[in-house]
């Protein structure tokens, strides 16, 4: 069965970090794009990153440029964001999702919450 | 920065039929793809590249483009459909991806 599934959500102080895993099964990993995508709590869905099955190119919502770092181990099945400088309005359900089918998004996780609160 | 434009809301009766747009000035360029999300719920791909249908979709949904506005059109409407609906697609340079703002269609 094609599955990712998410963790490393929590409660964070703004300014401060976190690194989201997507953990990949039921499919070769290494040969797809990769990307996570946020939702805020009643808002629509927003893409957030993007990266190549190598690794070797990564692309970013210009809200998060210079704050979050997508990158993946192919090795490990898996996929990560690392989130600095988090701010309020970072809140919300992070998904990570297989890109196929051109730029679409064809298999996604269950999500992982973030808060940034004090 | 590169929109796209959804209607807020939608309303059919069952058994009617729903069409939700989605405008783009790269649409004509550029695949869309649609999601359904129920509460609580993962979005779900139903249409790919503007028109393809993923396995296990049913064929009631389909999509359709012209020029600037694509459209998921879904026939014999059910109450299971009630759920939000988002386009996608990417910018000019096809590697930054754009969700539109969603259509919540209540049936």
């Known amino acids: 069965e094609v599955q990712l599934v998410e963790s490393g959500g929590g409660l964070v102080q703004p300014g401060g970090s976190l690194r989201l895993s997507c953990a990949a099964s039921?499919?070769?990993?290494?040969?797809?794009?990769m990307g996570w995508v946020r939702q805020a709590p009643g808002k629509g869905l927003e893409w957030v990153a993007n990266?190549?099955?190598?690794?070797?190119?990564?692309y970013y919502v210009d809200s998060v440029k210079g704050r979050f770092t997508i990158s993946r181990d192919n090795a490990k099945n898996s996929l990560y964001l690392q989130m600095n400088r988090l701010r309020a309005e970072d809140t919300g359900v992070y998904y990570c999702?297989?890109?196929?089918?051109?730029?679409?998004?064809?298999?996604w996780g269950q999500g992982t919450a973030v808060t940034v609160s004090s | 920065s590169y929109e796209l434009t959804q209607p807020p809301s939608v309303s059919v009766s069952p058994g009617q039929t729903a069409r939700i747009t989605c405008s783009g000035d790269?649409?004509?360029?550029?695949?869309v793809y649609w999601y359904q999300q129920k509460p609580g719920q993962a979005p779900v791909m139903l249409i790919y590249?503007?028109?393809e249908r993923p396995s296990g979709i049913p064929e009631r949904f389909s999509g359709s483009s012209s020029g600037t506005t694509v459209t998921l059109t879904i026939s014999g409407v059910q109450a299971e459909d009630e759920a939000d609906y988002y386009c996608?697609?990417?910018?000019?340079?096809?590697?930054?991806?754009?969700f539109g703002g969603g259509t919540k269609l209540t049936v």
């Open positions: 996608q697609s990417g910018d000019s340079s096809g590697f930054y991806v754009v």
């Open positions: 039921g499919f070769i990993f290494s040969t797809y794009w």
């Open positions: 590249k503007d028109s």
């Open positions: 790269e649409l004509p360029k550029q695949y």
């Open positions: 999702a297989r890109v196929d089918q051109g730029n679409g998004m064809d298999v």
């Open positions: 990266i190549k099955q190598d690794g070797s190119e990564k």
